[in-house]
């Protein structure tokens, strides 16, 4: 079984910062593309960012130049730092993972449960 848990979000101002993490764990042999989406209410879940196990990177338009995706591939683990932060409706940010399975290999996709941030005006 594998699991990703996310931490780090919450409550922030127009204009500061967090920072996402998304740890995976369990019986993982790899882990290839990872990457974060986020879901405001009344919303389609959409793609924030992803990196692939070699560290090349895609941003959707509207984070360009404010958040930055990286990971740590000796911990399993991906993190979003997210600047600049906008005032909008609390929005839930989740981890993905497309993993290999460390006792069939086989190819499977993970969702983090995920994490809230809302920004205040």
């Known amino acids: 079984q594998v699991q990703l848990v996310e931490s780090g979000g919450g409550l922030v101002q127009a204009g500061g910062s967090l920072r996402l993490s998304c740890a995976a764990s369990?019986?993982?042999?790899?882990?290839?593309?990872m990457g974060w989406y986020r879901q405001a209410p009344g919303n389609q879940r959409e793609l924030v960012a992803t990196?692939?196990?070699?560290?090349?990177?895609h941003y959707a338009d509207f984070v360009k130049g404010r958040f930055t995706i990286s990971r740590d591939n000796a911990k399993d683990t991906v993190y979003l730092q997210m600047n600049s932060l906008k005032p909008g409706d609390p929005t839930v940010y989740y981890c993905?993972?497309?993993?290999?399975?460390?006792?069939?290999?086989?190819?499977?996709?993970?969702w983090g449960q995920g994490t809230l941030v809302t920004v205040s005006a």
């Open positions: 993905n993972a497309e993993t290999i399975s460390r006792v069939d290999y086989r190819r499977l996709e993970r």
């Open positions: 369990g019986s993982i042999f790899s882990i290839n593309a």
């Open positions: 990196i692939t196990r070699g560290g090349t990177t």
